[in-house]
């Protein structure tokens, strides 16, 4: 007996992918408006300001990494300009990849390399006899 091979529901995966996106922009819009509601449209981190003209560049940024933690008091918000809220992102990843916790807590959030320790000893010049080899 010949097994049929099932062709996947490409429409049914459309509208999942459709209604997930219509759900988040939903919840995005009701955090970010409260946002810009509570605090002044400026950078967290640079301190640039922001008008309706460049507003579109101002994100709200979780503190704890978490979009569905939406306290109504703001606490878990920030507003960040877009390149300080990707340098924010950045760090939280690049922490991971180096096996520590996110970035700013915990043990492993600190570098342990020193590249420059032994710059030193390397910029000193050689011996004559040394050079000549």
Known sequence: MATRKS???TG???RVIA????????????????ALKLYPWVCGRCAREFTHANLQL??????????DNNPPDGSNWE???TYCHEAEHRKYLDSAGRGGEAAGGGKGSQATY???ENLGALLKPKPEKDRES
Do not use: I, M, W
């Open 7 to 9: 062709t996947p529901d």
């Open 12 to 14: 049914r995966l459309a």
């Open 19 to 34: 209604e997930d996106r219509r759900a988040r922009a939903a919840r995005e819009k009701g955090y970010r408006e409260q």
């Open 58 to 67: 101002l994100e709200v940024h979780h503190r704890d990494s978490n979009h």
């Open 79 to 81: 507003l960040l300009c």
């Open 114 to 116: 020193r590249p420059f």
